[in-house]
């Protein structure tokens, strides 16, 4: 074992050697490829010798460089090298992919063009050049089982390139730091980065890194050098887990393995997925995270159904005007059913408290989980349950029985935290035994989306993101960060940002309040976070009270799909403004925010079709910069190709629904 693991060292470490000098000279024997996208306007320049070596480029510009593409592993060949070239193929595919649950359009388009490298010693890597960017993966194919050490990658940027990026301390990890935005040398030795990481180039063209199809494998990350280069690395797999504190941060990774993942020794890995755009509407219109992922398992989706989820949190201590005690109880719940019922909101969700953090299989008192679901049945509402994702896996049939018997139609797992590869196994045994059981399925607590959404449609959303809950005691998600996640987080697919607050305040006037949290930046631009930031199942953060108070508003809300048949970016710069379009049909929901500048927009209606149309609008009233409740409803009529003209506050916001008119 440690002949074969000291061989594999010294092989890895002339690989290493290789990478500085193949810039510098010719290697003999060196093997070159070219890939280009279907446009023409992406180039990837590929060498294999001693190693796996690309460069990525648009038009004559290098966007990035790659070497060290390898794995190291237990398993060596000595006498068949790795890396000499059995055979390589291409072949060029456009297809339509149409996703079973349309939170972004009803249909993608897939073109690209594929090298596939086929190495001795039954290794392989893929290459697929897409219009909007590069992916790569790494295949094996052996009899035997196969422990990774780790899997390789380092990249090249240019001096005064910069990052936006989150960072944690270890691996065990919520994904729910602020991003940072650093030129690439500032990024210190050792500093580990959660993918999607973006990196934005001198001349404003953006390369997103990030992964997909990523199952039964650890989650990659990128760690900083000090230099213009980012290396790969990844979490090593668990050997002993945490066992004291809290239920909420028990079970995460005290102790690990010397190796990242022992897997089939034939399999393919994930996609490594560099993505290039111009600007930030290229960012938003990238779909390929989602068209690198597995088809899906589930054959039938009827079941599956999006919808607005009104959960009690925090809500349920903050109801007013009611002849009961507000709590976690039956009457509570009930209120919360009515509230979902009037307004047409699918589901309700008992969130942290409904059962002791330890026990799925028992309600607290003064809960009759029985009444409360058949109650809901008769309304037409459906219920959905919280819990800590390890108490879910210790009592995992009884608990899932037991769901299945009260009719919960969804699940929301909290508090993993990892992403090694027995929590990345986990996530996707979840979503298989939810299923199974027809129940959707929201994680937080939770790693980027990798593609599982598209292998199992009933995984609807997840956080893995600072969301609403975090004005509860920071400041972090403020109009700033909202101005980044449709072109970062976003990127990787749907999350659970929970937006819409009635609780409204501006840059002056925030305070964290744990109990009853507002949120920053106006009522407009509370309300346009339900149309920017995409979720096919979006949760409204305040009580049915703050909601029936303001009736008009919430009204305007309940009339919002949440699945679109098309997507279109209007307009944004990133971190500053974005202005995003989705229609249903005939119909369309328009969203604008700004950051805490005040700002003047105008935006073209040459996206729709022509003829005439009628536009209602959620707008930031006059004195919204410093009243951020403030807002007023404005109607009016105009024909297609018309110039819009928006005044946004001080984290402002608008939102509009447009409708054609018959005959005009």
């Not at 072949?91 to 359009?105: G, L, M, N, W, Y």
Request: charged share 25%; net charge negative; with cysteine.
């Amino acid at each position: 074992y440690s002949d074969l693991r000291n061989l594999n060292c010294l092989f890895m470490k002339k690989l290493r050697l290789l990478l500085l000098t193949i810039s510098s000279c010719l290697i003999i024997n060196a093997q070159k490829y070219g890939l280009t996208s279907p446009d023409g306007r992406l180039t990837a320049g590929i060498e294999i010798d001693n190693g796996i070596y690309m460069a990525l480029l648009s038009g004559r510009t290098t966007l990035l460089k790659a070497g060290n593409i390898s794995f190291e592993t237990f398993y060596v060949a000595p006498d068949i090298p790795e890396f000499r070239v059995r055979t390589a193929r291409t072949r060029s595919v456009s297809e339509t992919v149409f996703p079973q649950i349309r939170d972004k359009a009803e249909a993608f388009s897939s073109n690209y063009n594929e090298l596939e490298i086929r190495l001795r010693g039954n290794y392989s890597v893929t290459f697929r050049l897409f219009n909007e960017g590069l992916a790569y993966r790494l295949s094996y194919s052996l009899k035997d089982s196969l422990k990774i050490v780790s899997e390789n990658l380092d990249l090249y940027f240019d001096q005064g390139d910069s990052v936006w990026f989150q960072s944690s301390e270890t691996f065990n990890s919520s994904y729910e730091t602020p991003y940072e935005h650093k030129d690439i040398n500032d990024i210190g030795k050792g500093k580990l980065c959660n993918l999607p990481v973006l990196i934005e180039k001198q001349n404003g063209t953006f390369v997103m890194i990030t992964e997909s199809d990523l199952y039964d494998y650890p989650g990659m990350w990128l760690a900083g050098t000090g230099k213009e280069q980012l290396t790969a690395t990844h979490p090593r797999y668990p050997e002993k887990l945490t066992s004291s504190g809290s239920e909420y941060n028990r079970n995460q990774v005290a102790q690990t393995h010397d190796y990242i993942a022992w897997v089939k020794g034939t399999r393919t890995f994930p996609w490594r997925i560099f993505a290039v755009a111009d600007n930030e509407k290229e960012l938003v219109d990238n779909n390929m995270v989602y068209l690198l992922a597995s088809p899906a398992a589930v054959d039938d989706v009827s079941w599956i159904k999006p919808g607005v989820v009104m959960f009690d949190w925090w809500a349920k201590h903050n109801i007013f005007g009611v002849d009961f005690k507000a709590g976690i109880n039956t009457e509570t719940a009930k209120y919360f059913i009515d509230f979902c019922a009037e307004y047409g909101f699918r589901y309700f969700m008992f969130d942290d408290g409904w059962s002791p953090e330890n026990d799925l299989l028992t309600t607290v008192p003064g809960l009759d989980m029985e009444e409360v679901t058949s109650y809901a049945r008769e309304k037409g509402v459906d219920i959905m349950l919280w819990m800590i994702w390890h108490t879910l896996e210790r009592q995992w049939e009884e608990a899932f029985d037991l769901f299945q018997k009260w009719g919960i139609k969804g699940i929301k797992v909290d508090f993993m935290n990892r992403d090694d590869q027995w929590m990345v196994s986990f996530y996707e045994k979840m979503a298989k035994e939810a299923a199974a059981r027809k129940m959707i399925v929201d994680f937080h607590g939770a790693y980027k989306p990798c593609g599982l959404g598209r292998k199992y449609p009933n995984v609807l959303t997840r956080e893995g993101l600072i969301e609403f809950e975090y004005n509860g005691w920071t400041d972090h998600d403020n109009p700033l960060h909202h101005n980044l996640l449709p072109y970062i987080r976003m990127f990787t697919g749907s999350m659970d940002y929970i937006p819409a607050t009635m609780r409204n305040a501006s840059r002056e006037n925030f305070r964290p309040i744990g109990d009853y949290p507002m949120g920053q930046g106006t009522r407009a631009h509370a309300m346009a976070l339900f149309v920017i930031l995409s979720s096919p199942l979006t949760m409204l953060p305040d009580s049915p009270s703050d909601y029936f108070r303001e009736e008009e508003c919430t009204r305007f809300l309940a009339g919002i799909p949440v699945v679109w048949d098309e997507t279109k970016f209007l307009g944004g710069k990133l971190g500053k403004y974005t202005v995003i379009a989705r229609r249903s049909g005939s119909e369309w929901y328009v969203g604008a925010i700004t950051d805490w500048d005040e700002r003047e927009l105008d935006f073209s209606t040459d996206f729709l079709g022509t003829g005439a149309y009628r536009l209602e609008a959620i707008e930031d009233g006059l004195n919204a910069n410093k009243r951020a409740e403030d807002y007023r409803k404005t109607e009016i009529e105009f024909r297609a190709g018309d110039v819009i003209k928006l005044h946004l506050a001080s984290g402002g916001g608008w939102i509009a629904h447009i409708v054609p008119l018959i005959n005009k």
